[in-house]
């Protein structure tokens, strides 16, 4: 059996998630049962379940490439934005209180049996894991109190990769500063590093690896060319640097950047189609040159609300003459009236006027609605999910140029965005979003296997 792999990064947002994705994906290709795991993920970005409950996306983007079905053992503890300065916390799949962050330090003793419980199980029905870390594993101050990194690296006795991001600048003193901060028995199972990101001439570097290797004693594993996934997005950190050049683009949209905007996956189909220009806005001066307007899921609803009124949305709105869709957060949104009732999203009792689009009250319920599969939806059979507490019998909402659903993922169905776009414009053609991605991952980690030693990975943990 091989030797469990944590991917350890030397900062925020280098590509840990990325890299553990891709390395899930090859060596699943190259016959190892592999399965994807995070301890605790902090995201607004979750995702519904085969088996149930919810968790992050990069856990789930990775299980989804290679054809696993996904369950709330690959990411055990989940924290969401709660009311306040709290957040949400959900266990094995489901939200079970609000805490700050004092109170889910002081309780952090009480998760190591459910995270330790989530790796065992999942270490009954596969070979090898690759467990994602969170930031950086050297914290001091907070280490023994980090899962995804020194918990489970210690626990398991994982090998671990560094991902270190050159574009950041300081790159050696991160690996270094790094390495050799952390505990000797982690120290010893280090395999080496892999750096992410690199922009120019990659022989440039070869004194640098020589640098790492020799006065390091780090073996560089990879330096890997910056390149675009544009998918599986686990943060708006990395949301924010998609890359779309598209001169052939015919339709213009805009999606509302909100506070606490939430499974933004949702627009990837749009961020991959060559038709299709997206810009995320929080800025209402020029919102008539967007063909459609999306308002997109949100953590906090009635307090991203509240933000765009600010702004005056409402009187904006009034003037806007293209198509608008509002999708989960963005459809309660809609409705003439808000009222978080249990206090789920804002203190008790609390309520806002809505939009005023549909003339019925919405309310927060306390259990949430989690939920995969089928739905007849705008005269189409729509394939997605749902993570919501709000509360209506009206599944969906559509009059003139406005719609609204509780549906993640809608615009993965081609015949959704075909019935949206065609209407924009005629000569919209439309595009096989679940073929491209197929073909983008594999093209992807390919990319990721010419630029690391994927044997010698191999090798460490057999």
Not at 71 to 90: F, H, T
Request: charged share 20%; aromatic share 10%; net charge neutral.
């Amino acid at each position: 059996m091989a030797k469990h792999l944590s991917i350890f990064g030397t900062s925020s947002d280098a590509g840990k998630s990325t890299l553990a994705f891709a390395l899930t994906y090859l060596l699943h290709h190259k016959g190892l049962k592999v399965a994807p795991f995070k301890a605790q993920n902090v995201s607004n970005n979750s995702c519904v379940c085969d088996a149930g409950g919810e968790i992050a996306i990069p856990q789930y983007f990775a299980a989804e490439a290679i054809g696993l079905e996904t369950s709330a053992n690959m990411n055990p503890v989940l924290l969401k934005s709660g009311k306040g300065n709290s957040a949400s916390l959900i266990i094995n799949g489901y939200a079970t209180s609000q805490q700050n962050v004092r109170e889910y330090y002081a309780n952090i003793d009480a998760l190591k049996p459910i995270v330790k419980k989530a790796f065992k199980t999942l270490n009954k029905d596969y070979d090898l894991i690759i467990a994602e870390g969170a930031g950086s594993p050297v914290e001091l101050n907070l280490m023994d109190k980090d899962l995804s990194n020194i918990y489970i690296a210690t626990e398991f006795n994982t090998k671990i990769i560094l991902v270190a991001d050159i574009e950041k600048g300081g790159v050696f003193a991160s690996i270094y500063g790094v390495y050799n901060l952390l505990p000797k028995h982690l120290k010893d199972n280090v395999i080496g590093v892999i750096i992410n990101k690199f922009r120019g001439d990659e022989s440039l570097f070869d004194e640098g690896r020589l640098i790492i290797e020799k006065a390091f004693g780090l073996k560089v594993l990879g330096l890997i060319p910056y390149k675009a996934l544009n998918l599986g997005f686990e943060d708006i950190q990395s949301l924010m640097n998609y890359v779309q050049n598209k001169p052939k683009a015919i339709i213009n949209i805009g999606i509302l950047k909100l506070p606490h905007l939430s499974n933004f996956t949702d627009f990837e189909p749009l961020i991959n189609d060559e038709e299709v220009h997206v810009s995320f806005i929080d800025s209402l001066n020029h919102l008539n040159s967007f063909d459609l307007l999306i308002i997109p899921g949100s953590k906090r609803t009635i307090s991203d609300l509240r933000w765009l009124k600010s702004l005056d949305f409402p009187k904006i709105l009034e003037k806007y003459k293209g198509k608008i869709i509002g999708i989960c957060g963005g459809y309660e949104m809609m409705f003439e009236k808000l009222f978080d009732k249990h206090g789920i999203e804002e203190d008790p009792l609390s309520s806002e006027l809505g939009l005023n689009y549909i003339p019925q009250l919405l309310s927060f319920a306390k259990e949430k609605t989690l939920r995969k599969g089928l739905y007849k939806q705008f005269g189409l059979e729509l394939k997605g999910y749902e993570i919501h507490n709000g509360s209506t019998n009206l599944e969906y909402f559509h009059q003139d140029n406005v719609y609204g659903t509780f549906l993640h993922g809608i615009f993965d169905n081609d015949n959704f965005r075909h019935l949206i776009f065609s209407k924009i414009s005629s000569e919209y053609k439309g595009y096989n979003f679940k073929e491209f991605k197929t073909k983008k991952i594999a093209s992807y980690c390919s990319f990721i296997n010419e630029n690391i030693d994927l044997n010698h990975i191999l090798g460490e943990i057999s």
